[in-house]
């Protein structure tokens, strides 16, 4: 059955109490995290999209010099202790550029040295099906391999192709892929992405709900309405459709898999100041609780978990972090050595608000195995 609203009332999570917080599965392993932007070059044109975020310039980098730097990148991990890695990949639209498929292919050779190893793309899902079935045999021994598909009504503009958008998720998800479309729900459209949402709900695909930010990224824009933000808040929580379509199932490892709970996954593991424990089923709803001020707090961004970006192949803590990069993917970089305090007035990514991370006063534990 797909629920419309999650069985647990996030709204009544203390979020002012909260001390600790971050993503399950870099709570419960050795999991290094890198995020990995391999260039801005996008087959699509939105018009609502960030201008850094996108180019028709074909920018992407080398195969030899990212192979390289994915070995330095694992060398460094391991140095300090973590043997688990999860590359997300994302662009621009990840799935045109040519590295893409070397760097799947070095993760798939390194399997057996890993304790746990999983990829995640982010895409507009753009590709012939083929691609998505050749995809899916060149990760077919990866732990865990999921996708964020981004739905973009101005391309998927026809019942036709929302369905074909749809047939390749189900595709994926008999292929055991965890499938989230991303839909990022303009006020001024809302009516119409939750009718879509819906749809997708219906033939049991996962949706995240996103708020609209303004052009900076740092705050949620006006226009929401009470009855918008509840579902915002609550609306279509993250079920376990793959399990229940999957037609085949993927290696183990060491690491138990992330479980549902009454058929529903939750992704966010936090703790409050009285050392209560809390969970939330997915980071894209942080900002619409305001839940993205960290500043001060002990974060592990930059010690087990870093992002690349284009176009200066910049490699840094996380997306929001001002700090100065860690590196560049064409000069070297060196990683921290222990978390560190974030000096960053907010997180404008769930992506980095989901990074373990605790207040000074907290004892909670960042990682534990």
């Not at 305090?341 to 907290?362: F, G, H, L």
Request: charged share 25%; with cysteine; aromatic share 12%.
């Amino acid at each position: 059955m797909a629920v419309k609203f999650s069985q647990t009332d996030f709204t009544k999570i203390p979020w002012d109490d909260i001390d600790m917080v971050g993503q399950w599965t870099m709570l419960h392993r050795d999991l290094f995290n890198v995020s990995w932007l391999l260039g801005r070059y996008c087959n699509y044109s939105c018009s609502y999209c960030w201008p850094y975020a996108s180019t028709k310039k074909k920018d992407w980098r080398s195969e030899d010099l990212v192979l390289l730097t994915i070995e330095e990148i694992k060398r460094q991990a391991r140095e300090r202790g973590f043997n688990s890695f999860h590359f997300s990949f994302s662009g621009g639209e990840p799935t045109v550029v040519p590295t893409l498929v070397p760097l799947l292919d070095n993760l798939r050779e390194d399997i057996g040295n890993c304790n746990w190893l999983s990829t995640h793309l982010t895409s507009n899902i753009s590709r012939k099906m083929k691609w998505w079935e050749e995809y899916c045999q060149l990760t077919k021994d990866f732990h865990r391999v999921s996708i964020t598909a981004s739905y973009h009504k101005e391309h998927v503009n026809t019942p036709e192709k929302r369905a074909d958008f749809a047939d390749k998720l189900e595709y994926l998800q008999s292929q055991d892929v965890q499938v989230t479309v991303n839909s990022v729900m303009m006020p001024e459209r809302f009516d119409h992405l939750w009718e879509d949402a819906n749809y997708f709900h219906e033939r049991k695909i996962n949706v995240t709900l996103k708020p609209q930010s303004d052009p900076t990224a740092s705050f949620v824009v006006d226009g929401y309405t009470d009855e918008m933000m509840n579902i915002l808040h609550n609306g279509l929580p993250q079920q376990d459709f793959t399990e229940r379509k999957r037609q085949v199932v993927r290696p183990t490892s060491k690491f138990p898999r992330m479980k549902a709970i009454d058929g529903q996954h939750y992704q966010i593991e936090m703790q409050d100041k009285d050392g209560e424990t809390w969970r939330l089923d997915q980071a894209e709803r942080f900002n619409s609780f305001g839940f993205n001020k960290f500043k001060g707090w002990d974060c592990s961004s930059g010690y087990r978990s870093i992002i690349i970006r284009e176009p200066d192949g910049s490699i840094k803590r996380s997306y929001s972090c001002s700090d100065e990069p860690l590196g560049y993917i064409n000069k070297g970089f060196r990683l921290f050595d222990s978390p560190m305090p974030c000096i960053t007035d907010s997180c404008v990514s769930s992506a980095d608000s989901k990074i373990p991370k605790r207040k000074p006063s907290s004892n909670a534990d960042l990682w534990s195995i």
